[in-house]
């Protein structure tokens, strides 16, 4: 099995391509990773040196990537760690959701906002921002084509009746 792993290089998926490498069917695992806030080379470790392993860096969203290896590249699987949305009023869609059955989430509240980062606590407030906005929606292994299209479904009544409770909220006022 071929494998990409966007994202390998972070704190989870390193730990994930480092098991994967240990797998009898795993021919190639393919890292692409920008090695941004989280990915580190380093949290590779010595899974550089297995033949296995190839390592790109790189961010799947950059529609210039100039290794064109990943163009053409034969995989079996990806493995996506999250699906999110930014959603202005997250916190009403996301109930919303979930009053549907619809098992979404809110990931991650910002570190520096966490107690075991009390003591280099800052301002940041993009990040404090967008962890107001992010939701994310079911993604895993076992969504089926009509469980997916239940969960599009579900978020676009949802988006379109936030709208609608939010602009008659506002005409009320």
Same mark, same amino acid.
């Given at each position: 099995?071929?494998? #990409?792993?966007?994202?390998?290089?972070?704190?989870?998926? =390193?730990?994930?391509?480092?098991?994967?490498?240990?797998?009898?069917?795993?021919?190639?695992?393919?890292?692409?990773? %920008? #090695?941004?806030?989280?990915? =580190?080379? $380093?949290?590779? @470790? !010595?899974?550089?040196?297995?033949?296995?392993? /190839?390592?790109?860096?790189?961010?799947?969203?950059?529609? @210039?990537?100039?290794?064109?290896?990943?163009?053409?590249? *034969?995989?079996?699987?990806?493995?996506?760690?999250?699906?999110?949305?930014?959603?202005?009023?997250?916190? /009403?869609?996301? &109930?919303?959701?979930?009053?549907? @059955?619809?098992?979404?989430?809110?990931?991650?509240?910002? $570190?520096?906002?966490?107690?075991?980062?009390? !003591?280099?606590?800052?301002?940041?407030?993009?990040?404090? !921002?967008?962890?107001?906005?992010?939701?994310?929606?079911?993604?895993?292994?076992? #969504?089926?084509?009509?469980?997916? *299209?239940?969960?599009?479904?579900?978020? @676009?009544? %949802? #988006? +379109? /009746? &936030?709208?609608?409770?939010?602009? +008659?909220?506002? =005409? !009320?006022?």
């Amino acid at each position: 099995m071929k494998l #990409l792993v966007t994202g390998g290089a972070g704190f989870i998926g =390193s730990h994930f391509v480092r098991r994967m490498l240990r797998a009898d069917d795993i021919e190639q695992i393919t890292v692409l990773d %920008a #090695l941004t806030y989280a990915g =580190s080379r $380093s949290n590779l @470790g !010595q899974a550089f040196l297995d033949p296995k392993l /190839e390592f790109v860096v790189g961010d799947i969203c950059n529609a @210039g990537l100039d290794d064109v290896r990943l163009v053409d590249f *034969d995989v079996d699987r990806t493995v996506p760690h999250l699906c999110q949305v930014l959603i202005p009023n997250r916190d /009403e869609v996301h &109930a919303r959701l979930r009053a549907r @059955g619809i098992g979404v989430g809110v990931h991650y509240p910002p $570190s520096h906002l966490q107690p075991a980062f009390a !003591q280099w606590r800052r301002d940041l407030p993009a990040t404090e !921002q967008a962890s107001h906005e992010i939701l994310t929606l079911p993604l895993h292994q076992h #969504l089926t084509e009509a469980d997916i *299209d239940q969960v599009v479904t579900a978020l @676009g009544q %949802a #988006l +379109t /009746e &936030a709208r609608t409770t939010l602009h +008659t909220g506002q =005409s !009320q006022q």
